[in-house]
């Protein structure tokens, strides 16, 4: 257990590392693309990432998961899963190439039937790094996965700059993906010790699909609904209204990878290993959930305030419009890796077949809010997306008792204990005229003040947690 505490700890630490270099330079990246560009040139490429995204769970089909949950592995079922993925890889490749101008004449613009067949270069460089990352990450080797992103992203976005520079325009966004997607395969195959070898097995392959299947399906179907407001944004408004949306929404999707990706990545095979020792594995699941949900409703608060600042100073005063949306979205970034974590948990136990047909239910919630966007406007379906967010939330915490017997009072306690000093302060931002940017700082302060002393003072798991090993470190580093 200490071993599988210290190997956890590790990954952790290089997977935030990971997170917070990566996500630092792509952020420093996309002030000077949100500068340099047009927010209706990020609309154009996020019309056509809609059809790629979605499609690439059909290169993996839900066998990474499967790679990570199952124990018996070997080399011919890695192999196996290999030359399955590179095939769906090529295969794609050429589906959006030849069909790209189908995708062209859905969105009225021929611009996309260009850019749809540049992107799709994309499935053939991911299909040959899935065995890898899932072998790095079953054995929590985050390291190498670290620096492989870090790296990837980095050139990746400095290229995109610099063809924005040099006029390149909404390609730019272009050469952006692709090198990133062909800079990760090399750096991944350059560091990995495990080879494909000349052979292939449709056992191996069938043994793993009562697993991969069901998590292929729930993926796919995720994926859809997870991309669909910004096709039904991309064909119902047009791209300068989606690029808006799209820089309030990935602002959003920062905080969270921030907050929480990293445990919520790292803790998969961590809680993947206790599935037989239940005592344990809920222990170590509400202690992961209470960190996830005491840093989630402290940085929410804190981009709440100051989410319009931070737009129009890093931005530009071009993309004012996206600031209503951001405000709006943040508030579900309290919840939203706390659903992660729950998915996490239900397949972790080897229930994919359950976590498949609720999804099939959240699903079907979250879609509800695209009426509203059609009748109303894109204001009112944000709010719509968010409560949809906050709903599911406990139908997760109630099917979780349901189905892996996770104790449905302290749940709800661990995830909602943290949240008084969120909503006070929300409420306190609306009621309150902040004129300037200074009354703003000081009532971010004031929330975090606030935030850190009630966590304090009802001893929230998650804070003790935090604060227990940062003295630890500190002391470490001392001797």
């Known amino acids: 257990m200490t071993s599988l505490k210290n190997r956890s700890a590790k990954a952790f630490a290089w997977n935030i590392a990971g997170t917070v270099l990566k996500q630092g330079s792509g952020f420093i990246i996309s002030i000077f693309l949100a500068r340099l560009l047009e ?53 794609l490749t050429a589906i959006f190439y030849f069909g790209a101008p ?31 990352t899932a072998i790095f990450t079953r054995e929590l080797d985050f390291k190498v996965l670290t620096l492989r992103n870090v790296i990837a992203s980095s050139v990746g976005g400095i290229l995109g700059v610099i063809c924005a520079f040099q006029g390149f325009g909404v390609y730019s ?34 043994r793993l699909t009562g697993f991969s299947a069901f998590v292929f399906f729930d993926q796919f179907i995720y ?5 669909i407001d910004i096709l039904f944004i991309g064909k119902v408004f047009s791209a300068s209204v989606l690029g808006f949306y799209s820089r309030a929404s990935s602002l959003k999707d920062q905080v969270i990878l921030y907050t929480s990706q990293s445990l919520v990545k790292v803790f998969y095979p961590v809680l993947s290993s206790l ?81 498949f047909y609720l999804g099939l239910f959240r699903k079907f919630i979250t879609i509800l809010p695209l009426f509203i966007a059609y009748f109303y406007g894109i204001y009112e379906f944000t709010i719509a997306l968010v409560i949809a967010d906050y709903f599911l939330t406990f139908v997760n915490v109630y099917f979780s008792n349901r189905i892996i017997k996770i104790p449905y009072r302290v749940h709800l306690r661990k995830i909602f204990e ?31 003040v606030t935030h850190l002393l009630y966590g304090y003072l009802i001893r929230i798991e998650g804070l003790l947690f935090i604060v227990e090993n940062t003295k630890k470190y500190l002391a470490k580093r001392r001797r």
């Open 39 to 91: 927010p209706a040139e990020f609309g154009l490429v996020g019309m056509a990432m809609v059809f790629i995204t979605i499609s690439q769970v059909f290169i993996d089909v839900g066998f990474s998961s499967a790679l990570i949950q199952n124990k018996d592995n070997t080399s011919l079922t890695y192999s196996s899963i290999f030359y399955l993925n590179f095939a769906a890889g090529i295969v």
């Open 102 to 132: 189908i995708i062209g004449n859905f969105y009225d613009n021929q611009e996309i039937t260009s850019l749809i067949r540049w992107l799709s270069l994309i499935f053939v460089f991911n299909s040959l790094n899935l065995v890898q």
């Open 173 to 206: 966004l272009v050469v952006q993906q692709i090198s990133m997607a062909l800079l990760t395969t090399l750096l991944l195959w350059t560091s990995s010790n495990w080879k494909p070898e000349l052979k292939f097995s449709f056992y191996e392959v069938k």
């Open 223 to 227: 994926t859809i609904f997870k991309q």
């Open 275 to 355: 599935q037989d020792q239940h005592k344990e594995y809920t222990r170590v699941y509400f202690k992961v959930v209470s960190v996830v949900g005491f840093v989630s409703y402290g940085l929410t608060g804190l981009l709440y305030v100051m989410g319009a600042d931070v737009i129009v100073i890093l931005f530009g005063e071009k993309w004012i419009p996206s600031i209503e949306v951001f405000q709006i979205l943040v508030l579900a970034v309290c919840v939203f890796p706390l659903n992660g974590m729950m998915v996490n948990a239900f397949m972790s136990k080897g229930k994919s077949k359950q976590n």
């Open 418 to 448: 943290g949240m008084v000093p969120l909503i006070i302060f929300v409420l306190l931002f609306n009621l309150v005229e902040l004129a300037s940017i200074y009354d703003r700082v000081f009532l971010a302060v004031g929330f975090g």
